[in-house]
């Protein structure tokens, strides 16, 4: 049992003098919807769309755990859309094995974002049961969520992006929800078990089977800028999947924020958690991944400090394997059972690794500089991001400031270099929220 201090003979100490930190902006695409429910409301008005749905009917409205700008008026606005064409939609969490792969966590993780039976105005029905609907060819069976697989139709909302273990024309998206998400945990432990490299292939094959044998309307896939902001919103019939998707994923890639640096040797992260990565914190960002995962991807980061979990993560640290260092806040806060029933579901282990733990934000940061090799503190190249979904304004160490000065299309200098602004205790004062021009 580790208690809640640990001292550790660190030769020579932590008490190193850290590089003063500059706050810079990274500029990027600001592009977005400025009227999100009437972005919605404009695409049930296509006639291809409203024709789907059937008066009486009982649709099953499926919402996952990713953190999404905006999920809940989103969501609310498909609800009444829904209702407004005669149809009785109910939500069901669509998940997979988030939530600690239990029917009350993954309501709960839903009520975390706002969508609740009190503001959709219809019930919210969660269950781990799955009712096996098909097979693919070689024999392994495709399960649904037994309410939606009981409805007469249903509908996914996700967000298009990314994905964080694996390259495809769809990664993360409606198509996984489809597969992954809607299987609970059952379909999705069966389905890792092909293994993460396999699912460009096989996540359109469980869409299919799923959409072949049960009515599956369209889903709505949201696309986000670089501020996580939505950018764009788009209902995509079920029969148009396999050709849409990919193209709304590759223009979510051109959306996505990035670090603008080849190499860093320190990265500090602020917070990770689910709602900002499904592994913690994003692989597209930090350029780096699980050991089994071949990622060749920037930026090279050396070292990588994690000092929170957020508070809508529920203690799910999954991904934390990936830090090279963690806070004891962050060991404490950690919710084994939750973290182990994501992990295990996806058959990586080794995200749930334990990093080597400190006791404070300044003890992680100091050891995380101390390791580098051949560079002196005062050199090293640090770079601090609230997470990796909010890169707008980051800090970055004084050697790095004559790279951020000759790239002005990419950089804004906002405060000169500082002095790290630790308390007595060695905690961080927070980052504060991105702020950029409008577009």
Known sequence: MIPDRIDVNVAGGLNIPLPPMARVRQKFDATRLEDIAGAVRDEFARPEIRSLVKPGQVVAVGCGSRGIANIAQIACTVIAELKALGAKPFVFPCMGSHGAATAEGQKKVLETY??????????????????IVGHLEDGTPVHMDKNAAGADAIVVINRIKPHTGFRGATESGLTKMLAIGIGKILGAATYHTHGMDAFPELLPRIREVNISKRNVLFGVGILENAYDETARIEIVPARELATREPELQAMAKTFMPKLFFDEIDVLVIDEMGKNISGAGFDPNITGRNRRVVDWPAKPLVKKIAVLGLTRITHGNATGIGSADV?????????????????????TNLDGGAIPIIMNTDRDAVSLAVKTVVRVKPENCRIVRVRNTLHLGEIEVSAAMLDEVRRQPDRFEILEEPRAWPFDAQGSLAPLLEDVHAAA
């Open 114 to 131: 706002g969508i609740t039976e009190e503001s959709t105005g219809v019930p919210i029905r969660a269950t781990m049961e799955t009712e």
């Open 326 to 346: 963690i806070t004891m806040r962050v060991y404490k806060e950690l919710d084994i059972p939750s973290t182990y029933a994501n992990i295990i579901t996806s």
